[in-house]
């Protein structure tokens, strides 16, 4: 433990203090002892400082200092996208979670855009900060906004949506601009992994940290050049 110094330190009247009358042998003497004694407290109270210190800073380091497994699970991965067609989802697994690329078409991008889909948006406007990068912070939630990239999972308790793509083909009674839908409680989000209102799901699906190395390869848990 660290022991403070102001309370370890002995008072004058403990180290001999020289009292009213110095000048004396006697009082030179214990004024010297003092002296001597004061060293001896601070030289140990700073190395047991020390000690404290080191002591626990160990098992603090430790206990956040990631395993290789969990460093090589969070490592970035590069996905192959050149044959995914307009409107095609694509799956993989990135820092042992599921992630899509979702190409989007031109109709996919205007639905997007149309206030009768906003209004009913939670957060249209990415106004989190933890659910998106900076740069996909903007009505795709996009760095290219013909690719959509997120974390498969839903912002409730954390099922897998299901993709549904089509206007036709979203949850009876709602209308349906596409997007996806989590069947465990009724959470729906749009194109853009946008939250519905009154869903149980409090925010945007997250999309992670994603560049694009080339025209056909895109690389998710890296952010690259802005
Ligand atoms: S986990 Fe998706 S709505 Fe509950």
């Known amino acids: 433990m660290l022991l403070p110094l102001t309370s370890t330190m002995a008072s004058e009247s403990e180290t001999g203090a020289p009292d009213p009358g110095a000048g004396s042998t006697e009082a030179r003497q214990g004024s010297e002892r003092g002296r001597r004694r004061r060293q001896f407290l601070i030289t140990a ?28 699970r969070a490592a970035p991965v590069q996905l192959d996208i050149s044959r995914l067609r307009p409107g095609e989802l694509l799956t993989a697994t990135w820092a042992g979670r599921p992630v899509w690329v979702l190409r989007r ?23 989190v900060d933890a659910q998106q990068p900076d740069y996909a912070a903007n009505p795709f939630r996009s760095r290219r906004p013909e690719y ?63 560049d694009y190395v080339d025209a056909a390869t895109v690389e998710i848990g890296r952010d690259g050049a802005a």
């Open 148 to 210: 959509l990239v997120l974390v498969a999972l839903c912002t409730h308790l954390g099922c897998i949506p299901d993709f549904r793509p089509r206007p036709d083909d979203g949850p009876s009674g709602v209308p349906w601009h596409g997007g996806f839908f989590c069947p465990c409680h009724g959470s729906m989000f749009d194109l853009a992994g946008r939250v519905y209102k009154a869903v149980p799901a409090p925010t945007n699906l997250v999309v992670p940290r994603h």
């Open 105 to 127: 078409t031109p109709d996919m991008l205007s639905a997007l855009e149309q206030p009768n889909l906003l209004a009913r948006l939670r957060d249209p406007e990415s106004t």
């Open 45 to 72: 109270t700073s190395t047991l400082g020390g000690v404290g210190v080191g002591a626990a800073a160990v098992p603090f380091i430790r206990s956040w200092s990631p395993s290789a497994k969990a460093r090589a």
